[in-house]
């Protein structure tokens, strides 16, 4: 049973840390629906 399963998420990854993309594909694996996904740099 996966633990996001029809949840839809938004996510914002670092730049300097987990960049976006690689946690859409933890998301995702985990069952859920990415709605937005975005890297962002933080000053």
């Known amino acids: 049973m996966a633990i996001l399963a029809g949840k839809q998420v938004i996510i914002v990854g670092d730049r ?10 933890c998301a995702t694996s985990a ?3 990415i ?6 740099c933080f000053v």
């Open 16 to 25: 300097d840390g987990i960049p976006g993309p690689a946690i859409a594909e």
């Open 31 to 33: 069952g859920a629906e």
């Open 35 to 40: 709605a937005f996904a975005t890297t962002e």
